[in-house]
């Protein structure tokens, strides 16, 4: 029962918008086809929107159509919904999340709605707590801060800097490698029970846990991975760091291309792992 303005204007007091990626083929764009048979209602209401907000638009820059159409929130070819901008559109505030990253979020991503908006382009530094991220995740080598410096550097990380004399005490340097290789042998036993996998000990480990996707650049760690092992090939007695390296993902369901790199990392740990010449130094 609620007319059209009302509750649209409504609806612009609710969104706020964070956009994570400055990479055009990270930003969803779906197409209409897809949109109409799917949520109808939807399309409808989104067209809807882009008529008024693209009105609004012309009325700002009058004869500039080239304008409209990169801010339309349907792009012409293919006819699909771009959602980052219908986000801007709807959102009361667009953010980055660090400082450099919303500056060129303003000024290259949507330049053109920055323009037409100015005060609704915002910076939220996104992050985590570091001294919750050591004091909770790490109790081990929390320990062995706090016996170095005592207990303030929790509510204080700038007392961290006090570590640095410590840097080439003997002893101190032990109890740190005691804690990491705690940590450790933590990871090689959940390892072990989760996956059913025996990890090497005192290899370094070189793990990449994030979303499986393109841009995140798996791909590229695994050349990283097939690089050292075909030096290897090369040269049997290279001395290189032994290393163990963790992939840590999963991927949309739809997404054939992340698919195809899990069994291509599986693929490659399964000729590494078989390969007598590099055992006890590539796992």
Same mark, same amino acid.
């Given at each position: 029962g609620m007319e059209w303005d009302e509750a649209w204007a409504i609806t612009q007091k609710c969104f706020a918008y964070t956009c994570h990626t400055l990479l055009p083929e990270a930003l969803e764009v779906w197409p209409t086809d897809l949109l109409g048979r799917l949520l109808p209602r939807h399309l409808e209401i989104i067209y809807r929107i882009n008529e008024e907000f693209l009105a609004s638009v012309r009325a700002a820059y009058p004869g500039d159509e080239m304008r409209a159409r990169r801010m339309s929130i349907i792009s012409d070819y293919p006819?699909?919904?771009?959602?980052?901008?219908?986000?801007?559109? +709807?959102? =009361?505030?667009?953010?980055?999340?660090?400082?450099?990253?919303?500056?060129?979020?303003? *000024?290259? =991503?949507?330049? *053109?709605?920055?323009?037409?908006?100015?005060?609704?382009?915002?910076?939220? +530094?996104?992050? &985590?707590?570091?001294?919750?991220?050591?004091?909770?995740?790490?109790?081990?080598?929390?320990?062995? &801060? +706090? @016996?170095?410096?005592?207990?303030?550097?929790?509510? *204080?990380?700038?007392?961290?800097?006090?570590?640095?004399?410590?840097? @080439? *005490?003997?002893?101190?340097?032990?109890?740190?490698?005691?804690?990491?290789?705690?940590?450790?042998?933590?990871?090689?036993?959940?390892?072990?029970?989760?996956?059913?996998?025996?990890?090497?000990?005192?290899?370094? &480990?070189?793990?990449?846990?994030?979303?499986?996707?393109?841009?995140?650049?798996?791909?590229?760690?695994?050349?990283h991975i097939v690089t050292l092992y075909q030096r290897l090939q090369a040269n049997p007695d290279l001395d290189i760091v032994p290393r163990v390296f963790l992939f840590g993902a999963k991927s949309a369901p739809g997404y054939w291309i992340a698919k195809q790199t899990i069994a291509l990392i599986n693929a490659v740990g399964k000729v590494i792992d078989n390969d007598p010449i590099v055992a006890g130094r590539l796992k």
């Open positions: 006819q699909a919904v771009r959602m980052a901008h219908l986000a801007t559109v +709807t959102a =009361v505030r667009v953010n980055g999340v660090a400082e450099l990253h919303s500056q060129l979020l303003r *000024d290259k =991503v949507l330049p *053109d709605f920055s323009a037409f908006w100015p005060e609704k382009f915002t910076n939220v +530094t996104n992050g &985590i707590t570091p001294r919750r991220f050591i004091r909770m995740a790490n109790p081990a080598l929390s320990q062995v &801060i +706090t @016996d170095a410096i005592g207990e303030g550097w929790v509510t *204080d990380l700038e007392r961290l800097r006090e570590l640095e004399p410590y840097a @080439d *005490d003997p002893a101190f340097r032990a109890e740190f490698r005691r804690a990491k290789a705690a940590n450790k042998k933590r990871l090689y036993t959940l390892a072990e029970a989760f996956e059913g996998v025996s990890l090497p000990e005192g290899h370094l &480990i070189d793990v990449m846990v994030k979303r499986l996707h393109e841009y995140k650049r798996q791909t590229l760690k695994l050349l």
